[in-house]
């Protein structure tokens, strides 16, 4: 149906032509109505409609204003004009605007309604479809100078370009910049590396060419703005470019302004146009920003600067960074890493949880100070996967994005290394059993017992006990005794600490009693078993 508003102050006059049947007839949809202008403009940018019938006199915000803003926006809608014997001048001034029809409000019955609306949707399908030819035609050529624009920047980047292959492919391209003075606004989606794994190559390239076109219009739109201010004296100081892979770049030109202060203040306003840009999209962007450089290779050092902002983001809550203003991305991968990585299978090995856990708190901790380059913590983490045995794919290595990420791989490892030295649960203990095996699973370090047991099961302690026998296979007390003795024999074959000291840090607080159900359960004292490992029960 062809959606209409209806635009008149007289209220009498917008329920009579909403009663009529033409509309439906016709098939016609009334989608509003409003009072004034001011208040048709807020419904027209909302609804979109195809044909606008609107009053010529009202007051407040007349017929004429909408009339002008409507076309400036959308030559495609159709704009009835109403009025009355005496608007003659104001009927001039709407058709030169670019009103497609007037009628007279005391001629408007069922009949020559049905007959206007008739005529009007001829017309206005018509006008559709050779607006759909033209955005078509727009579509390509805007295509076709995008490519030439891609070509000459990445062309720029990458210092391939002689001066009279530059300036030639620049007037190729039809941009006027010289880029003499110059910056670069870089904007990223920052987990794109994962979403190339849940997309399809096609969805992707789509958004990005949406998220240029968009962002495009919000910068053109500041042009306009602008151009009459003295901060800027045109609209051709900014060319943006999609360069794939989720990057988009806004190259500005600032060969027209001689004041740092003017460099800065046009810098950091099209950075936040960009930014805001950004802020309603379903995905979340880094904004980078250079410095401004001087020179012919001047682009190219804007354009490291503002990548380099962007790896800032992997420690930093995304926002605008700017170059200069933000600390340096480190180059050296932290000491504390590599040690870190030297001990894990010890680690492992002596299941030392909380150790490797505080290792890896301490290299996030100075990764965070030191804003180490993301790209050589994600190298040490395949380093580390390929030490400890991990497959891990290359989505999950794309979906690191965040320093905060680095703990979710420790607990990743707690899941994958050290639950392997752990009995199985078996699948027909309950929930409340379950509970309480976890729990010992994670302190039999500590000096716990029955009681702390049936406190996380939400159970007493005699009835845990009874209920632990009978779906384990094996009373609670041995089932502990068992994991800390497990435990001891690791430290005793991995590490050369005192007996003492196995003892206390696998949860025994009495040495000799220790001593003694270590020999009981492997026919050899914890010395012996140091020696000859393989020499005992187990």
Known sequence: MIRT????????????????????????????????????????????????????????????????????????????VLSCHDDFEYVKEAMKLGADEYVLKNSLNEESLYEILTHTAKLLADRKEKFLENDEAKRLMEMGRQSLKYHFFNGLLAGSFCSEEREARRNEAGIRAKYINSAVISLSVLKWGALKYRCSELELEQYGQ???????RQLERRAGETADSSEDTGRDYAECVYLGEGIFCCFLDMSDLHRDSLMKQRLTGIATTCFRCCMDEE?????????????????????????????????????????????????VLPQEAQELSDRAAEFVKCCQYEAMEEGFRKVSRIC????????????????????????????????????????????????????????????HVGASVRRAVDYVHAHYKEQIGLPEAAETAGLNPAYLSFLFKQEMGVGFSAYLLELRMEYAKALLCNTNDKIKTVASRAGFNDYHYFSKAFKKMNGCSPVEYRKYPHNGKT
């Open 5 to 80: 508003v209806i635009v008149d102050d007289d209220f009498l006059v917008r329920s009579y032509l909403k009663q009529l049947g033409a509309w439906e007839r016709a098939d016609y949809q009334i989608a509003a109505d409003a009072r004034d202008g001011e208040e048709a403009l807020n419904i027209i940018e909302k609804l979109g409609p195809d044909v606008v019938v609107t009053d010529i006199s009202m007051p407040l915000m007349d017929g004429i204003e909408p009339i002008r803003r409507i076309r400036e926006q959308n030559q495609a809608v159709y704009i009835i």
């Open 368 to 427: 965070r100070q030191q804003h180490t380059d993301p790209r050589l913590l994600l190298h040490w983490l395949k380093s580390m996967d390929e030490r400890l045995g991990i497959g891990r794919t290359q989505e999950e290595y794309a979906g690191i994005t965040d320093a905060g990420q680095l703990m979710e791989v420790c607990e990743d490892y707690r899941r994958r290394l050290f639950a392997k030295q752990q009995r199985e649960i078996p699948e």
């Open 210 to 216: 949406r998220f240029l076109r968009k962002l495009i």
């Open 283 to 331: 995905y979340v962007f880094g904004v980078g920003v250079s410095s401004v450089c001087f020179g012919e290779e001047g682009i190219r050092h804007d354009y490291q600067q503002a990548r380099e902002m962007i790896k800032l983001n992997f420690y930093e809550e995304a926002g605008i960074l700017y170059y200069g203003d933000s600390p340096e991305i480190g180059k």
